[in-house]
């Protein structure tokens, strides 16, 4: 019996001692136990947020290293996406003539208002201050001068260039097959040729731009150039034009746009289903707006065309079925607004006063089947509304004090009703007696 007692005591001490060890060793390893319970005292003890900040820290210094920024202090080629940022001044190109070649999507280059990009001689054959051929690119506050292309965006989609200034290269800013791109807030002047060229390039948005005293055009947009958003840009003392669409370069949208002291302000051909609206084109050397050639179904409304040294606004060559409402031209050297071989126009609401030499409306020949409602053609040296054509329908216009005649017809089976015509030399002047039919409905009032 005391035997088995002294086994019992030694079972009982053994056990004792396990638990003093388990208790006395916090980092006792409980492999093999189906469970182990830990009292609310001992959980501090074995908590681990402590390291986590550690690992944090770690990914975050290592993040910029690879992704978040890149100097550029030398011409370059760029292969990997990141944000990069000039150190330094950049003079000349590599051998494939491009001095920063962006050949990675999702970059941004940034000169950061600084550092500039410069071009050992202008006019070099294939020599670009920026190039890029990738999508998803910004480049931004940088100075480029001096190449053939200042900035170029060959085939890139959905990028950004905002905030630079391009300073005579031969063409400033060129997309080339570009589309769905942003182009704000950049000043493209002294150009050798042309501010901002987009050729075969859609849906681009160009904002807030200024193209000034160019040797050519300030923006100019050709070869299929459509749907494109140009808003409050500024093409003033540009040698040509300011805003030219040429060449099938369709259903575009110009609005708010200043064109002043070019040559031309607004140059269209073979431009359909442009929206032309809330633009200046005034003091021009020559036209305010001019529509040369083949365009058809734009829309011309709310502009202000004064001052123009020949036209205010210009129809020439097969300009059909346009809209041209609400603008005014007035105090143009020529006529207000001028017509030749330009047919099935509408005009509304224009105001034509006060042009020096000739006359408020004037339909040169072959302009037949034109609409002239409601418009204003006052205090014109020579005629408020001037027709050689035929089949035009000219309804409550309004052509008081002009220095000759309130309407003239040199042509047949044009119809008047309901015009307003005051202290004109003559009231309506018709020079063939086979055109009095087309004043009848209006001598009717008179003589009852």
Partial sequence: MRRGQASILIIVLIALGALIVVT?????????????????????????????PQIEQQLTMETPQYHISDLVSDCTNITTEGYYNLTQNLTGNQSSGKCVDIQSDNVTLDCLDTYSITGNESGTPKAYGIYTNSNNTIIQNCYVQNYMYGIYLNRSNQSIVFNNIAYNNQQEIFFHTSSNNNLTGNIVNNAQQIGIYLVSSNNNTLTNNTANNNTQYGIFLQSGASNNTITENTVNNNTIYGIILDSSTDSNNITNNT????????RFAGANYNNLIDNTASNNTQIGIWLEADNSYNNITNNTANNNTQYGIYLQSNSNNNIITNNTASNNIISGIYFTSSSYNNL???????????????????????????????NNTDHGIYADSSNNTMDNNTANSNGQNGI???NANNTLSNNTMSNNTVLIFTFHPLLLHSIWKLLIPLIQ
Avoid: D
């Fill in 24 to 52: 006395a060793s916090p980092n006792f390893s409980l492999t093999g136990l189906s469970s182990f319970q830990v009292t609310p005292e001992e959980q501090p003890a074995i908590q681990l947020p402590a390291e986590e």
């Fill in 408 to 410: 003239s017809l040199f």
């Fill in 259 to 266: 064109a002043n002291n070019n040559q031309k302000g607004f």
């Fill in 348 to 378: 509304t609401g224009n105001t034509f006063n006060n042009n020096v030499q000739q006359n408020g409306i004037n339909l040169a020949s072959n302009s037949n089947y034109n609409n002239f409602i409601g418009n204003t053609a006052n």
